[in-house]
């Protein structure tokens, strides 16, 4: 009987030391990789601004431009609907107008590996807007994603969104 009320109290105060420290856990905000990030609505935004929408949820965006008559560089979809639950550094895909009447299209440089600001510069010398994101779990200064990717080809002047630790 002895074994039995002994063992009952084991158990008993095994599991209220679990739950406790699972409810703590789980009333601490957690903001790093793998955090809970709701997907905001950015349709009809312009990009610059839909992208600093997401890296303020700690996602990532990945730009295709499109054929629209929408103003260039408005989000005319989102391959993720507003309000969807995914996880800190998950990326989302944006279509953004090419405009009615786009420039010219040329490739968009590897910008990958290199420092932050030599990434910029080249996406600038190549004619692209540029919008640096910073990584604050990347410490070490270099380009880790830049969206549209190396190569594609997008008209002069757009807006690349470039992700960047340090």
């Known amino acids: ?59 990532r965006v990945a730009v295709e431009y499109i054929p629209s008559d929408k103003q260039k560089s408005n989000v005319t979809g989102q391959d993720r609907p507003a309000g969807t639950e995914l996880q800190r550094g998950d990326t989302v895909g944006l279509s953004v107008s090419r405009g009615p009447s786009p420039q010219a299209e040329v490739p968009v440089p590897d910008a990958l590996d290199k420092t932050a600001a030599e990434g910029q510069s080249l996406l600038e010398r190549a004619g692209f807007n540029v919008l640096a994101v910073p990584i604050p779990a990347v410490t070490e200064d270099r380009v880790i994603y830049h969206s549209p990717a190396a190569g594609t080809r997008i008209p002069r002047g757009s807006l690349v969104v470039l992700y960047h630790g340090g």
């Open 1 to 59: 009987m002895r074994l039995v009320a002994l063992l009952a109290l084991v158990v008993a105060l095994g599991l209220a030391g679990c739950g406790g420290d699972d409810d703590e856990a789980s009333t601490q905000p957690t903001t790093g990789p793998g955090a809970a990030a709701t997907v905001p609505d950015v349709v009809g935004t312009q990009l610059i601004t839909a992208a600093e929408q997401f890296a303020e949820q700690g996602l």
